[in-house]
């Protein structure tokens, strides 16, 4: 008999912004200047992770809204491989991305149509790289050793005094961590459901405050928090 599938695809609610990558792929061909709006999307995530936590990629990154509304309706949803998360690996992929973006803009300095290129060229590599991943794994997978999204990891507030409205998964004591859907309909494959009886609740770094944990909950036990410790 066929094992189950535990991972699952889950509808994403609020606006659309997965329109705005694809529109970039385009004019950014024709137009590669157009390649330097790429640095919002580098600096953002890290910026917001600061106070927000990953909340960028979960609810403003035009890349994941693409694997949450497009692709995860024809992913297979298998287990993210563990290694990606592996921190060493995750420095590799800081290392490697940056180091070929900074050779690749060396050899175009001083042409900005050249310059523009090397971003727009480094989003539309990442991008088919994330969406193999996604039919052959899941599709939040690139998002799980994202250069970005790690380098936000880094700097997402983990436990002690959180800042003012910082929102975290609380789960209630009705849980009764049977039905681990919370981790079924999570697009980064985590686990709310251990933050059990944990006052500070859900800190895990690499939660991109999604909220879909809280809507895939059976039994309405988890709610997403805002901090009001000060």
Sequence with gaps: MAKKQFFRYFPKKGFSLYWILLLYLVAGYFYPVIGFLAVICMIAPVAFAIRKGRWWCGNACPRGDFYDRVLAKYSPHKPIPAFVRMKGFRIFMVVFIFTMFGIQMYFAWGDWGNMGR???????????????????????????????????????????????????????????TKCKLCSAVCPMQLKPYESKHIEEGFLHPDCIKCGRCVDGCPLNVLKMEPNAQG
């Excluded at 989003?123 to 994330?130: E, N, R």
């Excluded at 790690?150 to 409205?165: E, I, M």
């Design 118 to 176: 090397v971003f727009w060229m480094i989003i539309l590599v990442t991008a088919i790289v994330g969406v193999i991943l996604s039919f052959v794994y899941a599709p939040r997978t690139w998002c799980s050793f994202c250069p970005m999204g790690t380098l936000s990891s880094w700097v997402t507030p983990r436990s002690g005094k959180l800042p003012d409205n910082y929102c975290r998964i609380v789960v209630g004591d009705r849980c009764t």
